[in-house]
């Protein structure tokens, strides 16, 4: 007897026929899963449509379209246990890079139907799901300015596009970190939070690599003083993500942490996995191998987790730690 899965498929997502996607996917996976399909709609999200299936009690949820996608599936699933498998068919697929499952409807579906799963973290940003990345100031205007009609004519380039045209007019905001045991207040012109990013989520670098299952959350600041240091920055981050190395100027920096509280002035836009959801205050928090899904087995090698110095107008206050009972 098969096992049962929900495939939720997103028929606008990328730039391919949704409907040859579709029957690609089905020649797949059904002769071996028990597939129930349901296409995503302006008024049937793909967070409702998991809702229900986890109801049902499926034994696998199936996501296909792009990232924010993802993401909605992924936020009902976050703690049933239910193993979720990733059918990217997105503009910048990131979520499936970072965990590298293949970017091909073929070897996707492969790696659902060898079932192998691995417990990954998920997050919540002001109550919106989150598996990938959470970006304030200059990703946030980015990702505004590469609109629906721009990814559909150059794909993933119009994100490179929008941060051309983005880099020449960035601005700098004041901004207070917190975490559990620290207040961080310093300048910049981006902070990024991720729980997963490849390194083509440039601003989410700063850090030797983004472990998706170590129950932690990577805060990236970028604090360029001009034009011109913002895209030395940006062409740093560049080079130490290729090699996987960690970021070492000044006006960049990271650390790890369970959660994080960010206020800003002027309040700030906020993009949640590819969505802009509204404006800053945000808060942030971990939870710890919060979903399963199906991956390749991969393996990577822990880096430096913390460096502050050299940000700009920077201050650190050490909070002082309650004792319990």
Do not use: W
Not at 254 to 264: E, G, M, N, Q, V
């Amino acid at each position: 007897m098969n096992r049962s899965g929900c495939l939720i498929f997103n028929p606008v997502a990328g730039q391919g026929d949704s409907e040859q996607d579709l029957a690609k996917i089905k020649a797949i996976l059904e002769p071996k899963i028990d597939l129930d399909i349901y296409l995503t709609t302006e008024e049937i999200g793909a967070e409702e449509l998991a809702h229900a299936a986890v109801s049902r009690k499926v034994d696998a949820i199936i996501a296909s379209g792009g990232d924010g996608t993802l993401s909605a599936v992924a936020g009902a699933v976050v703690g049933t246990g239910i193993p979720f498998g990733i059918i990217s068919r997105g503009t910048a697929n990131a979520f499936a890079t970072a965990l590298e499952i293949p970017d091909t409807i073929e070897a996707a579906c492969q790696v659902i139907l060898e079932s192998h799963t691995r417990s990954v973290d998920a997050a919540y940003c002001n109550g919106y799901p989150m598996v990938l990345l959470a970006g304030i100031g200059f990703e946030a205007e980015t990702v505004e300015k590469a609109d629906r009609e721009a990814k559909n004519r150059f794909g993933v380039l119009a994100y490179i596009l929008a941060g051309l045209q983005q880099l020449s007019s960035f601005k700098t905001f004041d901004v207070e970190i917190e975490t559990e045991d620290k207040i961080i207040k310093t300048n910049a012109a981006a902070v990024t939070v991720a729980n997963a990013a490849p390194p083509t989520s440039i601003f989410a670098q700063g850090p030797a690599g983004i472990f998706v299952d170590d129950g932690l959350l990577d805060l990236t600041i970028v604090a360029p003083a001009n034009t011109a240091a913002a895209i030395a920055a940006t062409f740093h981050l560049f080079q130490t993500a290729s090699a996987g190395s960690a970021a070492e100027r000044n006006d960049i920096g990271y650390l790890r942490a369970k959660k994080f509280k960010i206020t800003t002035d002027p309040p700030q836009k906020v993009v949640v996995d590819g969505e802009i959801v509204g404006k800053t205050p945000i808060s942030i928090d971990c939870v710890p191998a919060g979903l399963k899904i199906f991956v390749p087995i991969a393996h990577a090698e822990a880096g430096p987790t913390e460096k502050l110095e050299g940000l700009p107008h920077l201050m650190i206050e050490t909070k002082v730690l309650k004792s319990e009972g």
